[in-house]
């Protein structure tokens, strides 16, 4: 049987081939590797969370939000993963349910207003 292109290597070799398709703007192709990865290592949140950007850029945004959703109820204080499920929402048109995440990203950022 043979393996196909995006599937083959070590994780750690698909993790680089993954981020060079991502660097090249090649969201498509980085989240078809990123996608077997998670499956390999569905508790890292670096490898779900680039393949949640990837997601967004190739304009997959429920994906994208499945995944998000997956980081910050594993990890409520993981600021970027709530910018980019806000940003995501957005983008779904869905800015009322989105303002909530945006906020919280700021504020766990440490963003205030400085008064």
């Known amino acids: ?3 196909p292109y995006y599937d083959h290597g070590t994780a750690a070799e698909r993790w680089e081939r993954a981020r060079l398709f991502f660097d090249a703007k090649d969201y498509a192709a980085a989240a078809r590797v990123l996608a077997g ?3 390999e290592v569905p ?3 670096g490898p779900r969370l680039l393949l949640a950007r990837a997601y967004y850029h190739s304009a997959q ?3 994208a939000e499945a995944e ?3 980081i910050v109820e594993r990890d409520p204080v993981e600021h970027y993963a709530r910018l980019m499920l806000g940003r995501t929402l957005q983008r779904q ?3 009322e349910e989105a303002e909530r995440h945006l906020r919280l ?3 766990l950022a440490g963003d205030f207003p400085r008064e």
């Open 1 to 3: 049987m043979e393996i």
């Open 37 to 39: 990865l998670v499956e």
């Open 43 to 45: 508790d890292q949140t």
């Open 61 to 63: 945004l429920h994906r």
């Open 68 to 70: 998000l959703r997956v």
């Open 93 to 95: 048109a869905r800015h």
């Open 105 to 107: 990203a700021s504020a």
